[in-house]
């Protein structure tokens, strides 16, 4: 067995009494002592901090990066201004994902991607081939720099303090700027992975990790780990590459189309050319805006035979990945990803929103079944061998007003 | 970690007390610290028969489900119905918030005593 990769934090999540788990080659913690419920919640009312430095961090330069990114992306990365980032897929042909990423312009004349950890290798053996036919490089910096998701209502200002500023970057999503804060150079993303309309991604070299990290908690942040920010990703639908992207349950490709957020993904704008995966993706987005607007017939569901929904439990009970999904007492698909998942309760709606002391939880989570199935209808999950009754609701939270995730329970 | 002198202990993690014809069952602090914030239950019901060594049920944490093993063999006189709206109490008080009591006790898992079951722990870290 090899050795298990740390990163720079390992002693600080040691220190903070985590408990450590493989998670794809890293040794990383899964939790500290509060526990996944009590470090979801926090993030949710106050700030969550997550060492994702364990993710790949690959920057692009040379003159021809833009058309190469352009070919091997699916988003338009021309599009992409100075201090600003965006989601993008890696596809393959048959319009399947190679991987998820997130594309940043932080300077002029490079890019950074950032792309899961368990799949730095095999993206950078990917794009291999195909980069020798492009005047640019790509650069692992991964191993010289760290990367913290700062997430949840206060972490704005925790970070504004730090930097002695009013707002970090644009007060918007998707937003860069590179600050110094108390004399160290930090890279500053509204990004994140939580759902939370509120969060942030940093990176800082190396030796600057200890310093980030302590301070942050110092100014009221608490340490989250990998059972955190699954539960809270769950929460807000976003997917995972293995578990919504990539190969299905019964070795299929998983349409990236599947995925509700591949509308703002994938560009097919002119100048993004001929790029891999044009075609078929061309006609899994026309499949899956006929089901959106409830008009999809036999031949979409050749093009896009299944797409990743929200899906809550209404019996008793908790779902996990691998479950069957039944509809009309017919198998229709299997759940993806889903545990029980806490919540504050809350008053209000939109920016008026309160969060209540009081919490609760819920089975919920994502699931992978026929595309033709309509929102709200009502479905079994196999359960260890009982038929549970579920919904497939339109979302689990509503997460566009700041500063709060408020849940959106299924009826 | 918290392991109760006068009670005995199935390898698998859960505690047992006997006192007058009657088996109280838990799980103890190793298993809910193992299996991290306990967020669901499924128990049987008062008369069920359950057997040593065989699932009476289950928990369910946010990671994880897990059986819960019956350490002796009889017929359920109660359940804890306070575990199915606040699981949670297992962690917190987890040689509090017992589980079931079995009356008319015809067998036993081998269990062991609690100096026994903390070396069984160490071994297991």
């Known amino acids: ?411 | 970690m918290t392991i109760i002198p006068d009670l005995k202990y199935a390898k698998s993690h859960e505690w047992v007390k006997e006192e007058g014809g009657i088996a109280t069952v838990g799980i103890t602090d190793f298993a809910q610290d193992a299996l991290g914030d306990v967020v669901f239950i499924n128990l049987p019901e008062a008369g069920d028969e359950v057997v040593a060594g065989e699932s009476f049920g289950d928990v369910e944490s946010v990671k994880a489900v897990s059986d819960l093993v019956s350490p002796v063999s009889g017929i359920v006189k109660a359940v804890n119905e306070e575990l199915i709206d606040a699981p949670e109490m297992l962690n917190s008080d987890p040689y509090g918030a017992w589980i079931i009591k079995v009356e008319q006790v015809t067998d036993r898992e081998e269990l062991l005593d609690a100096d026994d079951y903390e070396a069984l722990c160490a071994e297991e870290g």
Not at chain 1, 3 to 8: F, G, S, V, Y
Not at chain 1, 35 to 64: N, Q, W
Not at chain 1, 360 to 381: L, M, Q, Y
């Open chain 1, 1 to 411: 067995m090899s050795e298990l990769k740390r990163t720079q934090l390992y002693n600080a999540h040691l220190a903070a009494g985590a408990t450590m788990v493989d998670f794809g080659g890293w040794e990383m913690p899964i939790q500290y002592p509060s526990g996944i419920v009590a470090e979801h919640l926090y993030t949710r009312k106050c700030c969550g901090i997550f060492d994702v430095s364990h993710m790949g961090r690959l920057l692009i330069e040379g003159p021809e990066r833009l058309k190469f990114l352009q070919h091997v992306l699916t988003s338009n990365a021309a599009a992409l201004t100075l201090n600003k980032a965006q989601y993008c897929i890696i596809p393959n042909e048959n319009g399947g994902a190679v991987d998820d990423a997130y594309l940043y312009q932080f300077e002029e004349d490079r890019y950074l991607l950032v792309v899961n950890a368990s799949n730095t290798d095999k993206d950078l053996a990917w794009f291999e081939p195909i980069v020798k036919n492009y005047d640019c490089k790509i650069r692992n910096i991964s191993g010289e720099t760290i990367s913290i998701a700062v997430q949840g209502p206060e972490s704005g200002k925790i970070l504004a303090k730090l930097a002695g500023v009013e707002e970090v970057t644009e007060p918007a999503r998707n937003n860069l700027s590179i600050l110094d804060m108390e004399g160290h150079k930090v890279w500053v993303a509204r990004t994140g992975y939580t759902g939370e309309p509120i969060g942030y991604e940093i990176f800082l070299k190396n030796e600057d990790a200890d310093w980030i990290w302590n301070r942050l908690m110092e100014l009221g942040a608490k340490p989250a780990g990998l059972g955190a920010r699954d539960t809270l990703r769950m929460e807000a639908m976003l997917p995972l590459y293995g578990d919504e992207m990539g190969i299905d349950e019964e070795g299929n490709e998983m349409p990236i189309f599947g995925l509700a957020l591949a509308r703002f993904a994938v560009s097919f704008d002119e100048c993004k050319g001929d790029f891999i995966g044009r075609k078929a993706l061309e006609k899994q987005a026309a499949a899956q805006t006929a089901f959106r607007e409830k008009r999809g017939t036999e031949a979409d569901l050749v093009e896009l035979p299944k797409r990743v929904r929200p899906i809550a439990l209404k019996d008793r009970g908790v779902m996990r990945h691998g479950m069957e999904v039944f509809y009309q007492g017919e198998k229709v698909g299997y759940v993806t990803s889903a545990t029980m998942i806490p919540y504050y309760k809350t008053e209000g709606e939109g920016a008026e929103a309160k969060l209540l002391e009081e919490t609760g939880k819920r089975a919920i989570g994502i699931a992978f079944i026929r595309s033709d199935i309509p929102t709200n209808a009502e479905v079994e999950v196999d359960v260890r061998g009982k038929r549970l009754k579920a919904v497939i609701p339109l979302k689990h939270v509503a997460n566009n007003v700041p500063p709060y995730v408020i849940p959106v329970i299924a009826q």
